[in-house]
């Protein structure tokens, strides 16, 4: 077996990685040319479709309007042994409606351990007053790279 076959994630660590992480970095292709990555909170559903929002007016809205291409990237670990990391492929989809960005923006507040299910109704009550000003950018799930340097077992 190859190394490259020995540190690859499984769908279910993929999985499980993923909703333990709150920041993903999402790169998007600047009209320079030049990759455009920016730190994100971000949902996830069970299908792994990953859910953002940002200002309607942002660079990362003006790069995905002319090329929907990005990279997703989650990665953790302080030495060799313990890089782990998965890399998504996809394309974006924006979704302008604010119901759907309101939805959104508590599902992420959610992710991130800031809002429990009982509180939605109040959350996205405050969320209303600047949802008005966002986007959702959705992102199918593409293809993926994966690694986790600590299934080597420190034999490198």
């Known amino acids: 077996m190859s190394r490259r076959d020995k540190i690859r994630m499984t769908n279910e660590e993929i999985s499980g990685f993923m909703r333990s992480s709150k920041t993903m970095i999402c790169v998007s292709n600047g009209k320079s040319g030049h990759p455009h990555p920016m730190p994100m909170w971000f949902a996830v559903d069970d299908d792994n479709t990953v859910y953002m929002t940002t200002f309607r007016k942002s660079?990362?809205?003006?790069?995905l309007m002319?090329?929907?291409?990005?990279?997703?990237?989650?990665?953790?670990?302080?030495?060799?042994?313990?890089?782990?990391?998965f890399l998504i492929y996809t394309q974006a989809e924006i979704i302008d409606d604010i119901d759907t960005t309101v939805d959104v923006m508590?599902?992420?507040?959610?992710?991130?351990?800031?809002?429990?299910?009982?509180?939605?109704e109040a959350v996205k009550k405050n969320l209303?007053?600047?949802?008005?000003?966002?986007?959702?950018?959705?992102?199918?799930?593409?293809?993926?790279?994966?690694?986790?340097?600590?299934?080597l077992g420190g034999v490198y």
């Open 59 to 63: 660079q990362k809205i003006n790069n």
């Open 66 to 85: 002319n090329d929907p291409r990005v990279s997703l990237l989650v990665e953790s670990g302080e030495t060799y042994q313990e890089l782990k990391s």
């Open 106 to 120: 508590f599902r992420i507040s959610l992710h991130r351990g800031e809002a429990t299910p009982d509180q939605e």
């Open 128 to 151: 209303y007053q600047t949802a008005g000003k966002r986007v959702v950018m959705k992102f199918p799930p593409g293809k993926i790279v994966s690694w986790d340097h600590s299934k």
